[in-house]
């Protein structure tokens, strides 16, 4: 299955907007020396990689509907399985 989700120009920013305030994206980071820095993710990454990890919440949510395994388990399947998956 292949999805591609297209966002009009006019509505890329406000999109990208929304999803930095609903997700807490950081415009700095603390690296492993203890320093700030600027996040090396781009905000538009960091949506892409939202999307990304809403649709396998999605997966793992319906999978573990009395499914009794932990939902640990679940995750780490829905990873494996979703090492694929990209939002371009």
Do not use: C, W
Request: cysteine-free; glycine content about 4%.
């Amino acid at each position: 299955m292949e999805i591609t989700i297209k966002v009009p120009e006019n509505m890329a920013n406000g999109v990208i907007d929304a999803f930095v305030k609903l997700y807490s994206y950081q415009e700095t980071i603390i690296d492993k020396d203890e320093k700030e820095i600027p996040n090396p993710q781009s905000k538009e990454q960091f949506t892409k990689e939202q999307v990304k990890n809403f649709v396998k919440e999605v997966f793992v949510g319906h999978q573990s509907n009395g499914a009794e395994i932990t939902r640990k388990q679940l995750i780490e399947a829905a990873e494996a399985d979703m090492k694929e998956l990209t939002v371009e």
